[in-house]
C-alpha cells in the first residue's frame, strides 16, 4: 500500500464492476494500491465504436508494421513449438490452436472480431471451409484486406465495431482486440455474442491479461505509456471480471489457455525485426516512433517475462 500523492486528492477514479456498472470513489486521505487504480480506463469512452484511438495506433501504416510482423500481418502473440520456430509458422501455429477450439465445419459461418490484416480469416475460409466475415476499425487494414477477399466468395471484411454487427452466426473468434474495448463494455460485448450465436455456439477470445500485481511507479509509468502513446483507450482485462462479465451474459467457460512465455518470444522476434530496419522504420515513420516502439516492444517483453501481463485464450459456450 502506499500513500495517496497530494495532487491526487479529491480526484475522481473509475473502477467498474462485471456488470459494468462504475464502482469507483474520490481519492481521499489513506493509502491504495496501485494497481487497482490503473488510469488506463479513466479517460473518456465514446458511447458508440471507438473509430478515432483504435486507428491512431493502426494508421501508422501498413508499410511501418511490415517491417516488424511477418508476411502475414498477424498482430498477436504467436505460438512456438520450439524457440527455433520462424514467426511465420509460430503465427500459423496460433491461428490454428485458435481455429481448433473453434470446432469449425465446413459451411458454417465464422465472425473474426478484430480481423487485423485478415490472416486468421484467409486460413478459416481456405483450410476450414468457413464463410467468413472479418470486422476491422482501422481503414487501412481494410484496404489490405479487400485485396485479400477479391476472388472468394465466402470471405468478407467490413469496417465495422462489434457493437452494430447483429447477424446471426455459427461461430465467433476474437484475438488481440478485446483488449480495445474497455472494460465497461464487457457485458454488452458478452451479450451481443451470446445473442447472435445459436446454442451450440463457440467464442474463442484470445487476449492479453493482468498477470501479477505490480506496485512499482517504474511499472505504472509503462503501464501509462503504453494506453496513452501506443495504444490510446487500450484496457488490459482482470482475467476474472473477463469470466464474470462472460458468466453473466450466459456464456459458460469450458477451456483456457495461457500463452504467456510465446508473447515474450513474439515482442522478442518483433523487436529484433524492428531494430534490424532502424533505418527503414526512422524514414517511414521518424525517430520519436521508432524509439517508442522498440521500449513498447522490449519493455513488454519483459513484463511478459516476469509475469505482469498475461496472455490467455479463453473458450465459451452457449450456456
Ligand atoms: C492487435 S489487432 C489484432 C488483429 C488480428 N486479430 C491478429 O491477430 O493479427 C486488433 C484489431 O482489433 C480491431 N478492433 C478494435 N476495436 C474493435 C471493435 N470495437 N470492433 C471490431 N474490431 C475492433 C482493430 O481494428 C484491429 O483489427
Known sequence: MRPIPSAWQGRRVRRFSAAGED???????GSFRPILYLPMNTNRRPAGVDFKRVQAHYDLGDEFFALF??????????KFDTPQTTLADAQLAKIDLSLGKCELRPGHRLLDIGCGWGATAVRAHEHYGANVIGLTISQNQLAHDQKL?????GLEFRLQGWETFDEKVDRIVSIGAFEHFGRNRY??????CRSILPPDGVLLLHTITIGKPNEDWDF?????????EIFPGGDVPPPELLIAAARAA?????????????????LDRWAANLESRRADAIAVAGEDTYLSYMKYLTGCAALFR???????????RVA
Not at 477477399?149 to 466468395?153: E, Q, T, V
Not at 457485458?187 to 451481443?192: D, G, I
Open 187 to 192: 457485458p454488452a460485448f458478452f451479450s451481443r
Open 149 to 153: 477477399a477479391a476472388g472468394r466468395p
Open 250 to 266: 450466459s456464456m459458460e467457460l469450458v477451456h483456457v489457455e495461457s500463452l504467456r512465455p510465446h508473447y515474450a518470444l513474439t
Open 69 to 78: 510482423l511477418d508476411p502475414s500481418m498477424t498482430y498477436s502473440c504467436a
Open 220 to 228: 505504472l509509468r509503462f503501464v501509462h505509456f503504453i494506453a496513452t
Open 23 to 29: 464502482t469507483g470513489g474520490t481519492f481521499s486521505a
Open 306 to 316: 516476469s509475469g505482469e501481463c498475461n496472455v490467455h485464450q479463453f473458450k465459451f
